[in-house]
């Protein structure tokens, strides 16, 4: 459904040259423009947790760190990303390569032997 939501506001910003929010802005009433923001909201809220989340357990199965600590150290790599990318974006896409090619050589050339 997301997928479908993304592709369609795509061609609506091809087509009009203005984005979702602006299309809804000057179409509802503000009760439904207040509604639609604080689901955006609360939407955004919840993938950050689960980011934060999911980075906890991650290191808490890779590192043995408590949970705690896991999302505190999480915590302050996203905000650290939040800080470069709002300064030089070419320095965060940079960063986001960097993380991703690390991902992917530490998953096709780990161990080879899982059972150890």
């Known amino acids: 459904m997301v997928v479908l939501i993304q592709y369609q506001s795509a061609k609506l ?4 040259g203005r ?3 602006q299309v809804l802005g000057e179409r509802l009433p ?4 207040v509604a639609f923001w604080g689901q ?3 939407v955004a809220a919840a993938t950050d947790i689960a980011e934060v989340i999911g980075g906890a357990i991650a290191l808490q199965l890779l590192f043995g760190l ?3 600590l896991g999302g505190v150290i999480v915590g302050i790599a996203s ?4 800080v470069v990318q709002g300064r030089r974006q070419r320095r965060f896409e940079e960063i986001i390569m960097a993380l991703t090619g690390t991902a992917h050589r530490s998953t096709t050339t780990g161990c080879d032997d899982w059972s150890a």
């Not at 503000?30 to 423009?33: L, T």
């Not at 905000?79 to 939040?82: A, N, P």
């Open 13 to 16: 910003g091809l087509v009009s």
């Open 19 to 21: 984005s979702l929010p």
């Open 66 to 68: 408590p949970l705690v």
């Open 30 to 33: 503000q009760r439904a423009r």
């Open 79 to 82: 905000l650290l990303l939040l």
């Open 40 to 42: 955006a909201e609360i």
